[in-house]
């Protein structure tokens, strides 16, 4: 995607993005771990620096953002907490999926094996 | 638009059921406000603050072209848009959507210029058609 993303933008076009990955130099075993407790599809063992430089991008910078993103995990968990009844009512067992993804996000950050990162690059100019 | 693989399948399968359900009470805009900052129909972790932040990294204004892609209903893209008065253009897979994202540009007045259903491994733009491009909880 992130090639497709470079060909896309006009020489010195800029691309920001926010993503969840998965902690650099984790064991097999906490990879592993990582990769059930994350979102879908994250799984990539290589740092998102490398992998957007890999793509054509210049100027990477990398922000870790995982305080913020455990702020508004604990955020959601507790609103939909709140709103138990109703929410249960509309999502039936969905309610208790979402719960429990956000619960192992949560614990996955707490544990160091996840990082919510804001990336930003630049196209190079020619 | 080419054939969607499985898990691209499973994603737009979720994500149809998410708009629907979501459609059905004004609960989950008020629950969105209270963590995200604003109601767009977004389930992610992308707040209004760490929005603007985005913003700050692509010297957006007024004439410049954005592609957000995976944009759901058209957060931040269209956030993005109605900060700076730059074009936007929204993409992803659900139509529900996409749709939502219409409506919204249109009731708030904003220049998107297409709303497109793609996947990020088949966009049916031209080389080198945008200024600048924002995702937010897309998988790279």
Redesign the interface.
């Known amino acids: 995607m992130l090639r497709a993303c470079r060909r896309l933008l006009r020489p010195e076009g800029q691309i920001a993005f926010a993503t969840i990955a998965i902690a650099p130099d984790l064991s097999k075993k906490d990879h592993r771990r990582a990769a059930r407790m994350g979102p879908r599809s994250v799984s990539s063992t290589r740092p998102i620096g490398d992998l957007v430089g890999a793509a054509g991008f210049e100027e990477v910078e990398v922000t870790d953002v995982t305080k913020d993103f455990v702020e508004t995990l604990r955020a959601w968990f507790k609103a939909f907490n709140t709103n138990e009844a109703e929410l249960r009512s509309l999502l039936g067992e969905r309610f208790d999926e979402r719960q429990r993804g956000r619960r192992d996000m949560i614990d996955a950050t707490g544990e160091g094996l996840l990082q919510r990162l804001v990336v930003d690059a630049r196209a190079p100019s020619d | 638009m080419k054939a969607a693989s499985k898990?691209e399948r499973?994603?737009l399968a979720d994500f149809a059921e998410r708009y629907r359900?979501r459609a059905?009470?004004r609960?989950f805009d008020e629950?969105e406000r209270?963590?995200?900052g604003e109601a767009w129909g977004a389930?992610g972790?992308?707040?209004v603050d760490?929005a603007r932040?985005?913003l700050l990294?692509?010297?957006l204004r007024p004439k410049r072209r954005l592609?957000d892609?995976g944009s759901g209903c058209g957060w931040p893209g269209l956030f993005l848009a109605r900060e700076t008065g730059c074009d936007v253009v929204v993409s992803d897979l659900p139509l529900d959507g996409l749709e939502m994202a219409n409506r919204r540009a249109e009731s708030e007045g904003l220049k998107m210029l297409g709303a497109v259903a793609s996947s990020?491994?088949h966009?049916p733009?031209a080389?080198?058609?945008?200024?600048?491009?924002?995702?937010?909880?897309?998988?790279?």
């Open positions: 898990d499973e994603t359900t059905s009470s609960t629950i209270a963590v995200i389930n972790f992308t707040t760490q932040r985005l990294k692509l010297d592609l892609v990020a491994r966009f733009f080389e080198g058609s945008f200024d600048a491009i924002v995702h937010v909880d897309v998988i790279c």
